[in-house]
């Protein structure tokens, strides 16, 4: 289970969403770095060894089973990205319930 720090937030600039978008962009370029380096380490290590050429990874295509994989990742880390929102959205609605993505844009906007 995600943990979500309660409790008044910092506030940096006039407008909270601008706050929201700053940590919503910090998070994704925490997540960005991790990724890159995870990447360049394994290129690193298949060329080293000449296990694949570069190419074979350009012409990859996953299989079903490693799509669902990949979508559940991608599912959980828009999840990370949006947490302020649904941080937000449980103090204005009182409710812990979880709602996808887009549910949360769109009683935020509201």
Do not use: H
Not at 13 to 39: C, G, H, N, Q, Y
Not at 48 to 58: C, F, G, H, Y
Not at 59 to 77: H, L, M, Q, V
């Amino acid at each position: 289970m995600a943990r979500v720090a309660k409790g008044k937030k910092p506030q940096y600039f006039s407008d909270p969403a601008i706050d929201k978008l700053l940590w919503m962009t910090i998070t994704l370029m925490e997540e960005l770095s991790v990724t890159r380096d995870r990447l360049d380490t394994v290129e690193r290590l298949l060329d080293r060894k000449r296990v694949l050429p570069r190419q074979a990874i350009e012409r990859f295509a996953p299989d079903a089973k490693s799509a669902a994989e990949r979508a559940a990742r991608r599912a959980a880390y828009v999840d990370r990205v949006l947490r302020a929102l649904q941080a937000e959205l449980e103090e204005i609605t009182g409710t812990d319930m979880p709602l996808t993505a887009e549910e949360v844009v769109a009683v935020v906007d509201s």
